[in-house]
């Protein structure tokens, strides 16, 4: 049991837009609360899986984790150290031992570079193999990512959208982390390829200890790869605990919620009903619990007072 | 029929030679059918749907028949193929960030799409604006309509992306990948708008996906592609419940499902995926599929229609 990463009560607002009218009225300034308050932790040779509506705030942690930006609160503790205090050789190791996997290959690549010498920088700048062994190693990481090797001489826009999503994991690959934020890694795949990455990654884990924190929108997935999970609603960790009790005994109406309306494959086969009522704004997050506006189970102390994360469940109803 | 595809073809000429990246697609939408398109990745889906639209880079050389109400698309004259784009037929990409225009406002974007599509006023656009962005899902429309796309989640420009494309009411939806960015809950949200769409409008979709699960909940009939070509197609509930090509049922094997233990290895499908710069002489799936016989390696089989299914692959009777 050794925590590699680990979010403590990290927060992140970003300004809202003014409009004319808010000018005029001299409304304040408004922001988009994205993290309230979360809390994660990832031990070496764990798979987290993060779950949650979009637009709750798992892009705006993982950034977080890999310090593209900064929390406005809490800390994000890299081996027990503050990143945001490492130094010279402290900060290029984390630079090398956490990696991310973006969301959006697309803006992630850079269009003027071959796949093969952006690939052959990173190897290089990071010294992670001798220079006379570079082109080897591009041509084995397109390999782990089911690439043929005359990829390394095509330009991002020359792929397919699920070939440069596999791009973007043999780049993060390519650093031999410890730690692999991956957001969103195998949506744009079909389930075959899929299959084959999420094999990679767990022979990468159970071979190196590698510790993967795994942000996607597929239960199937996460129920198949995660040891734990962690289910955000609206900027906040609503529900966390291992895959197995979460999918079973799922304790947050979130989380309920949110299994019942898995697409089955049975064609035909009538829905669970999704999550009623007003969708929720970061803007202006309603008081009391978040999700209390389009909860079944409702009280009346939902809607002025927060629950905090007990037990690993944010949720009065959950005695 | 509103869209009929006969012997798509789209050739690539690349530095190292041409790439056969769609091969002799053929495809029927009539008004109000819902079509889902499903396939390797790198199979061909997304070159289809942009060849449909003539919105393919200059590498790019079509052939076959792509009609549209009995108008030839590929002849079309680029005033003609504007209105046609976006008035009639609307187009969803499959990345967001790359079809999106990084410095207008989301409000600006549908703005544009409204202006060249209806008779609606300043006011009334704004208005039909906060409409769509509220029948996607995203709250606080207002504020919304001031933001750029990087300051939206990943599934924020997804669901902006599907309100621009909506914005004309076209008569054809194209809609590559929309759901990957979304959780379960809003997915189904934006399921059930485009069939009400096609229900109330007579809106009539392809739907492109990875998720064997929003196919069979969605979808009427399917299209399976492989290397450039369609495999099998058919009425979504027959072709998931006995397939008639090898690469489907290796495909709906692969799945991580009710069947596969968590925490076991993945069963995709062996082998490397195929080579569109050197096609195979006789069916591109033969050397990964476990049921060949010596004719699938010489003669590409040819497809056959049994009913309401159609398939090209020898083994058929032996699935
Ligand atoms: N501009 C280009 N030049 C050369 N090859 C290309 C170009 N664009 C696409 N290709 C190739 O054409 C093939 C088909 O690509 P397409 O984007 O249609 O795949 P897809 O089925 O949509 O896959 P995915 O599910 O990964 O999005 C791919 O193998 C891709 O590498
Ligand atoms: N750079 C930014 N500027 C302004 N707002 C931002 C910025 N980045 C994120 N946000 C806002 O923060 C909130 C959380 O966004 P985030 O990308 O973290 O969501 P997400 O959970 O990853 O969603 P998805 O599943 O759709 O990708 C959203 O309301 C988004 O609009
Ligand atoms: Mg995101
Ligand atoms: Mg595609």
Same mark, same amino acid.
């Given at each position: 049991?050794s925590i590699v990463l680990q979010a403590n009560a990290v927060e992140r607002?970003?300004?809202?837009?003014?409009?004319?009218?808010?000018?005029?009225?001299?409304?304040?300034?408004?922001?988009?609360?994205?993290l309230?308050?979360v809390s994660i932790a990832i031990e070496a040779?764990?798979?987290l899986?993060?779950?949650?509506?979009?637009?709750?705030?798992?892009s705006t942690l993982a950034r977080c984790l890999v310090r593209l930006i900064a929390p406005d609160a809490g800390a994000v503790m890299f081996e027990g150290q503050d990143i945001a205090t490492l130094r010279s050789s402290d900060r290029l190791r984390f630079n090398r031992a956490v990696q991310m996997v973006f969301?959006?290959?697309?803006?992630s690549?850079n /269009?003027?570079?071959?796949?093969?010498?952006a690939l052959a920088e990173v190897l290089r700048v990071h010294n992670i193999v001798p220079d006379?062994?570079i082109?080897?190693?591009?041509?084995?990481?397109?390999?782990?990512?089911?690439?043929?090797?005359?990829?390394?001489?095509?330009?991002?826009?020359?792929?397919?959208?699920?070939?440069?999503?596999?791009?973007g994991i043999a780049r993060a690959l390519a650093m031999e982390p410890r730690v692999i934020i991956a957001d969103?890694?195998?949506?744009?795949?079909?389930?075959?390829?899929?299959?084959?990455?999420?094999?990679?990654?767990?022979?990468l884990?159970?071979?190196l200890g590698l510790a993967i924190v795994?942000?996607?929108?597929?239960?199937?997935?996460?129920?198949?790869?995660?040891?734990?999970?962690?289910?955000?609603?609206? %900027?906040?960790?609503?529900?966390? %605990?291992?895959?197995?009790?979460?999918?079973?005994?799922?304790?947050? /109406?979130?989380?309920?919620?949110?299994?019942?309306?898995?697409?089955?494959?049975?064609? %035909?086969? +009538?829905?669970?009903? +999704?999550?009623?009522?007003?969708?929720?704004?970061?803007?202006? /997050?309603?008081?009391?619990?978040?999700?209390?506006?389009?909860?079944?189970?409702?009280?009346?102390?939902?809607?002025?007072?927060?629950?905090?994360?007990?037990?690993?469940?944010?949720?009065?109803?959950? %005695? | 029929?509103?869209?009929?595809?006969?012997?798509?073809?789209?050739?690539?000429?690349?530095?190292?030679?041409?790439?056969?990246?769609?091969?002799?697609?053929?495809?029927?939408?009539?008004?109000?059918?819902?079509?889902?398109?499903?396939?390797?990745?790198?199979?061909?889906?997304?070159?289809?749907?942009?060849?449909?639209?003539?919105?393919? =880079?200059?590498?790019?050389?079509?052939?076959?028949?792509?009609?549209?109400?009995?108008?030839?698309?590929? #002849?079309?004259?680029?005033?003609?193929?504007?209105?046609?784009?976006?008035?009639?037929?609307?187009?969803?990409?499959?990345?967001?960030?790359?079809?999106?225009?990084?410095?207008?406002?989301?409000?600006?974007?549908?703005?544009?799409?409204?202006?060249?599509?209806?008779?609606?006023?300043?006011?009334?656009?704004?208005?039909?604006?906060?409409?769509?962005?509220?029948?996607?899902?995203?709250?606080?429309?207002? #504020?919304?309509?001031?933001?750029?796309?990087?300051?939206?989640?990943?599934?924020?420009?997804?669901?902006? !992306?599907?309100?621009?494309?909506?914005?004309?009411?076209?008569?054809?939806?194209?809609?590559?990948?929309?759901?990957?960015?979304?959780?379960?809950?809003?997915?189904?949200?934006?399921?059930?708008?485009?069939?009400?769409?096609?229900?109330?409008?007579?809106?009539?979709?392809?739907?492109?996906? =990875?998720?064997?699960?929003?196919?069979?909940?969605?979808?009427?009939?399917?299209?399976?592609?492989?290397?450039?070509?369609?495999?099998?197609?058919?009425?979504?509930?027959?072709?998931?419940?006995?397939?008639?090509?090898?690469?489907?049922?290796?495909?709906?094997?692969?799945?991580?499902?009710?069947?596969?233990?968590?925490?076991?290895?993945?069963?995709?499908?062996?082998?490397?995926?195929?080579?569109?710069?050197?096609?195979?002489?006789?069916?591109?799936?033969?050397?990964?599929?476990?049921?060949?016989?010596?004719?699938?390696?010489?003669?590409?089989?040819? !497809?056959?229609?049994?009913?309401?299914?159609?398939?090209?692959?020898?083994?058929?009777?032996?699935?």
């Amino acid at each position: 049991m050794s925590i590699v990463l680990q979010a403590n009560a990290v927060e992140r607002r970003f300004p809202a837009p003014r409009g004319l009218a808010d000018l005029l009225l001299r409304r304040p300034i408004r922001a988009v609360h994205a993290l309230s308050g979360v809390s994660i932790a990832i031990e070496a040779g764990e798979t987290l899986g993060v779950v949650g509506e979009s637009g709750c705030g798992k892009s705006t942690l993982a950034r977080c984790l890999v310090r593209l930006i900064a929390p406005d609160a809490g800390a994000v503790m890299f081996e027990g150290q503050d990143i945001a205090t490492l130094r010279s050789s402290d900060r290029l190791r984390f630079n090398r031992a956490v990696q991310m996997v973006f969301q959006d290959p697309f803006a992630s690549l850079n /269009p003027r570079m071959t796949v093969g010498a952006a690939l052959a920088e990173v190897l290089r700048v990071h010294n992670i193999v001798p220079d006379a062994d570079i082109p080897a190693r591009v041509l084995a990481l397109l390999d782990q990512v089911q690439l043929p090797a005359s990829a390394a001489g095509r330009y991002p826009h020359a792929f397919s959208g699920g070939q440069r999503q596999r791009i973007g994991i043999a780049r993060a690959l390519a650093m031999e982390p410890r730690v692999i934020i991956a957001d969103e890694p195998v949506s744009a795949l079909d389930v075959s390829v899929q299959a084959q990455i999420v094999n990679l990654f767990m022979e990468l884990q159970e071979r190196l200890g590698l510790a993967i924190v795994f942000i996607t929108h597929d239960l199937r997935l996460v129920r198949h790869m995660a040891h734990r999970v962690a289910v955000m609603y609206l %900027g906040r960790v609503v529900e966390t %605990g291992l895959t197995h009790d979460i999918f079973e005994a799922p304790r947050h /109406p979130y989380t309920r919620a949110l299994i019942s309306a898995v697409p089955s494959l049975i064609p %035909g086969q +009538a829905r669970a009903d +999704a999550v009623r009522g007003e969708l929720p704004s970061p803007m202006a /997050p309603p008081p009391g619990c978040p999700f209390h506006p389009r909860c079944p189970i409702v009280m009346p102390r939902c809607a002025s007072d927060a629950p905090s994360l007990i037990n690993g469940v944010s949720c009065w109803a959950a %005695g | 029929m509103s869209l009929v595809v006969r012997d798509l073809r789209v050739v690539f000429d690349t530095p190292k030679g041409p790439v056969w990246a769609v091969d002799g697609v053929d495809l029927e939408v009539a008004p109000g059918a819902v079509l889902g398109l499903v396939g390797e990745s790198g199979s061909g889906k997304s070159v289809t749907l942009r060849a449909i639209a003539r919105l393919l =880079h200059a590498n790019a050389t079509v052939s076959g028949e792509v009609l549209w109400e009995d108008e030839d698309v590929l #002849a079309m004259p680029p005033d003609r193929l504007r209105r046609l784009r976006g008035a009639e037929i609307g187009i969803v990409f499959q990345e967001p960030m790359a079809a999106l225009n990084p410095v207008l406002t989301i409000g600006l974007q549908i703005d544009e799409s409204l202006e060249a599509h209806t008779e609606l006023d300043t006011k009334g656009r704004r208005a039909r604006a906060l409409e769509l962005l509220d029948l996607v899902g995203i709250a606080a429309g207002g #504020a919304r309509l001031g933001q750029y796309p990087h300051e939206f989640s990943g599934g924020m420009r997804q669901r902006a !992306m599907i309100a621009i494309a909506l914005a004309s009411s076209p008569k054809l939806l194209l809609a590559d990948d929309p759901t990957t960015a979304l959780d379960v809950t809003i997915q189904d949200q934006i399921l059930r708008l485009l069939l009400r769409l096609k229900a109330e409008l007579g809106m009539g979709l392809v739907l492109v996906t =990875h998720d064997l699960g929003v196919v069979a909940q969605t979808c009427e009939r399917v299209a399976v592609m492989y290397a450039g070509r369609v495999c099998e197609a058919g009425p979504v509930a027959s072709v998931f419940a006995s397939p008639r090509h090898a690469y489907t049922q290796a495909l709906l094997r692969a799945m991580p499902g009710e069947g596969a233990r968590a925490g076991a290895k993945l069963v995709p499908i062996p082998g490397q995926a195929p080579r569109l710069d050197r096609p195979a002489q006789g069916c591109a799936f033969q050397p990964r599929c476990t049921v060949s016989e010596s004719a699938c390696e010489t003669r590409r089989p040819s !497809m056959e229609t049994d009913g309401d299914r159609r398939f090209a692959c020898y083994a058929e009777a032996r699935l």
